[in-house]
């Protein structure tokens, strides 16, 4: 299947590792070419490395709390690529814990990153975008059902899959597509982290598989295929909903 991606251009945030990575590699393995930020400037530059270069990828140290952020990725694409198609908005998980513990410092640094800079980024990456554009946005599981032990994704995701909505509706008629999407457990950086803190990271994963249909964790790839399939003009007609990439984890209809 020939997803349209040849010489079609995407920026993706928080992109030099994990979900976002994944999915720049499946896109350029496709023909498309990639902007990626990240705030550490060595990694991004060992990602654009990894993904062959200026000819198929370019990077930029950046942070999604930076209001300047989104203004400067989709000056980069214009400039070295001469246009641009879409996004994937990815932010780095928050700090662990339950709601009721979480500091209001915690709670306000992870709103200015995880849902503000996201919705900064979405609002200015579509007023850019061309008709047949498309913004994914990386989310979570949590969105649709609380993770124990996440209580600021819980509390913000739900509210970010509230605006992409209202968001998709605003840009349908200029035929700009925004779409959520939602990893279970995958096997990134982050879920290492998280089974790791349990104290026992292999009894941790064994009872995360348990609960997973699949039986057993993703792999980031699986993710980045679902991504780029959904950011392609393959996915036309897709737009305002969110989408589960979890191996049946999440058990509403």
Known sequence: ??????????????????????TAQCLVADGARVVLSARDPDAVAA????????????????????????????????????RLDGALISVGGPPAGNAAAITDE?????????????????????????????????????????????G???????????AAKDIADDYGPRGVRVVGLLPGRILTDRNRELFAATGDPERARAEAE???????IGDPAEF?????????????????????VDGGALRGL
């Open 1 to 22: 299947m020939d997803l349209g991606l040849t010489d079609r251009v995407y920026v993706l945030t928080g992109a030099s590792r994990g979900l976002g990575y994944a």
């Open 47 to 82: 990602a654009v490395q990894r993904l062959g270069g200026p000819e198929h990828a370019v990077g930029l140290t950046a942070d999604l709390a930076d209001p300047e952020t989104p203004g400067q990725l989709v000056a980069a694409a214009r400039q070295h690529f001469g």
């Open 106 to 150: 915690q709670w306000r640094l992870s709103f200015e990153t995880v849902f503000l800079g996201t919705i900064r980024a979405v609002r200015t990456i579509a007023g850019a975008l061309p008709e047949g554009g498309a913004i994914g946005l990386v989310l979570s599981t949590s969105a649709r059902g609380p993770v124990p032990g996440l």
């Open 152 to 162: 600021i994704s819980n509390g913000l995701r739900p509210g970010l899959v509230g």
């Open 210 to 216: 348990a609960g997973i249909p699949l039986r057993r």
């Open 224 to 244: 980045g295929r679902v991504a780029a399939f959904v950011l392609s003009p393959a996915a036309s007609y897709l737009t305002g909903l969110t989408l589960p």
